[in-house]
């Protein structure tokens, strides 16, 4: 088995981090850290408010940061700078998403839709969207940039919305349990949504009719296969299953595990899974299937990406002793918790 080289940073709290070709970018406080993949800073830019969630430009050059104060900042990297600032809101930016052309951030129960002048270093707000009676949990963007797929923290529907805020289709659920999470495939037919129970729905994206349910195996998470639309990688107790939920048999293949997984990514060429168990981040081949390689992880791994270019895999996870002791894994992490950010480099 081979074993990566690795780099780790313990950190108290929850961090906004992103990860772009080879640099590490993490809000500390009112700063923005840039290390390499060593594991040395190599930058920091110093802002005036502390930043509560990071979302990078599809190019990888620039960086969108969402601040306490409601504001929205686009950073450039390399020339360790602010190009950018919208003006303040009320509440602060949970998360950032750069789209095709704009950017969406969510505060509270707000959806904004902005678009950003590269030259003139100006903002403007091409939507808000308001009104749905819930804040929102959240936001995917459809492959081609034109609609936005949101789902909330009560029991609700899952929104398809234009970005002019007229709303496509609401899916509402059938099952037991709320919305943790929809998910539009990549070739942006069908929806995938999940609930806190696990349980699975996928529908056609324009009319909502329901294409295939899935309740055979209760799921923490869902990753579509980047090079096959119909395919996907659900991660639960006791295995990873690999499906097409279209298909008369839609297990394609599974993936047996000693414990539950919470967390998994396709690499980007879909001939891998990372997969986050409570122990452990595996590196599978889920076609054999063979783990290739097992790196010590920290408790409850809920996030975990592959780089772009799928040479490298980056992991949060965390455990808060105060408040995770005998709780379900899906209900753990509370905002005292500790948070654990690793990256591994294949073959280093």
């Not at 830019?45 to 430009?57: N, P």
């Not at 295995?239 to 919470?262: C, F, H, Q």
């Not at 992490?333 to 591994?344: E, S, V, Y």
């Amino acid at each position: 088995m081979q074993e990566p080289a690795q780099q780790e940073h313990r950190v108290e709290g929850h961090l906004p981090v992103f990860l772009t070709g080879d640099r590490l970018s993490v809000a500390v406080e009112n700063s923005l850290d840039i290390f390499n993949m060593e594991g040395s800073l190599l930058d920091r830019i110093e802002l005036d408010c502390r930043v509560t969630a990071l979302g990078c430009s599809p190019d990888g050059r620039l960086l969108a940061a969402g601040t306490v104060d409601g504001r929205l900042l686009v950073v450039d990297p390399d020339r360790l700078e602010v190009a950018g600032t919208s003006h303040y809101t009320v509440s602060p930016v949970e998360s950032v998403a750069w789209g095709s052309g704009r950017i969406s951030t969510k505060s509270g129960q707000t959806v904004k839709i902005w678009y950003w002048d590269e030259i003139t270093g100006e903002f403007g707000l091409a939507r808000s969207l308001q009104g749905w009676g819930t804040a929102v949990r959240t936001v995917d963007w459809s492959p081609d940039g034109s609609s936005l797929v949101v789902t909330r923290n009560r029991y609700g529907p899952i929104s398809v919305t234009k970005l002019n805020g007229s709303r496509i289709l609401d899916i509402d659920s059938e099952i037991d349990g709320q919305y943790i999470l929809g998910s539009m495939s990549p070739d942006g037919t069908m929806i995938a949504s999940l609930t806190d129970e696990g349980l699975l729905d996928v529908r056609d994206s324009r009319f909502g009719s329901l294409v295939a349910r899935y309740i055979d195996f209760p799921a923490f998470s869902l990753s579509w296969s980047p090079v096959n639309s119909k395919v996907m990688a659900l991660a639960g107790y006791g295995s990873v299953r690999v499906v097409d939920l279209t298909a008369d048999d839609p297990l394609l293949m599974r993936i047996e595990l000693e414990d539950y997984a919470l967390s998994v990514d396709w690499s980007p060429d879909g001939k891998s899974l990372a997969i986050g168990t409570p122990s452990r981040i595996e590196i599978w081949d889920p076609w054999i299937p063979l783990l290739r390689i097992s790196l010590p992880s920290w408790r409850f791994p809920y996030a975990i990406a592959f780089s772009p270019d799928g040479s490298k895999t980056a992991s949060l996870a965390g455990f808060d002793p105060d408040h995770d002791a005998g709780q379900h894994p899906s209900r753990c992490m509370g905002t005292n918790a500790l948070a654990q950010l690793k990256i591994w480099t294949a073959g280093g």
